[in-house]
Each structure stands twice: as structure tokens, then as C-alpha cells.
């Protein structure tokens, strides 16, 4: 179960991120964001991020370069989108992420394995937290 693992460290920061070799996630605070929804969405994507770690999911093993690290980017994205929409907080923030978009659509369609490869772990990730509780241990 959740409890039995590793927990997750939320700590202030200038940017957010999220470190593997602490397992902790770094976000800026609230006030920093345009919304509540913008930093909400901010931390699902660093907290999909976060089920790449070895006692979770194991997605995160061979550092993060080049097409891996583009892909878990993506993953980051989707899966945050998964959660925003189950916290009805989707519409809001998804205008904010139309650059973002622009450029992952250029990149898929160069290479369309990238987006089946980001969806699946997007989904695994998203099921992740789900099942384990972590999001309403976290918000």
C-alpha cells in the first residue's frame, strides 16, 4: 500500500521539480502562480513524475536525456491533464499550456511512437496515484 512506501517530500523552491535521487518534489508557492489551478496542475505533473521512482513504478532507470527525458516530459503532461481533469480544474488551465502543446504535437508528428509510448506511461502513472491515495494525501 502507500503507507508502506517511501513517502514523498514537498518542498519549497524557485522552480518545480521533481529530484529522483531525494524523491522529493520542489514547487514554488502558491502566491507565484496566476491561480490555485495553475499551481494545482504544476504539482500533478512533478507528482507524475514522481511514480518513475524505483519503489513505485521503476519508469525512471536510465537518467533522464534526450527522447527519454522528451517523453517523460510528455508523460509528465498527460498525466497531469488526467488529474486536472478529475479535480475539474482542466478548462481552466489547459489555454496556459497551448505553447507546451504546439511543441509536443511538432515532435509527435515527427515520430507518433512518442505520444503511444507517453500515453501508456501517462496511464500507468495516472492509475498509480489513484490506487495508492497519493494525490489526497499530497493536495
Known amino acids: 500500500s502507500y503507507y508502506e512506501m517511501p513517502k514523498l517530500d514537498i518542498k519549497p523552491s524557485y522552480n518545480p521539480v521533481y529530484n529522483i ?62 488529474l486536472s481533469f478529475d479535480s475539474n480544474i482542466l478548462d481552466k488551465v489547459v489555454d496556459n499550456n497551448a505553447a507546451y502543446i504546439d511543441y509536443w504535437i511538432e515532435r509527435i508528428d515527427k515520430n507518433p511512437r512518442l505520444f503511444i509510448s507517453a500515453t501508456s506511461k501517462a496511464e500507468k502513472a495516472y492509475s498509480f496515484i489513484q490506487s495508492h491515495s497519493v494525490l489526497k494525501e499530497a493536495v
Open 21 to 82: 535521487t531525494k524523491d522529493t518534489i520542489r514547487m514554488p508557492p502558491l502566491e507565484q502562480f496566476e491561480s490555485s489551478e495553475e499551481y494545482y496542475a504544476t504539482l500533478f505533473h512533478e507528482l507524475i513524475h514522481s511514480t518513475g521512482h524505483n519503489t513505485r513504478l521503476n519508469r525512471l532507470t536510465g537518467g533522464r536525456k534526450g527522447e527519454e527525458k522528451a517523453i517523460e516530459e510528455l508523460v509528465g503532461e498527460i498525466g497531469s491533464a488526467y
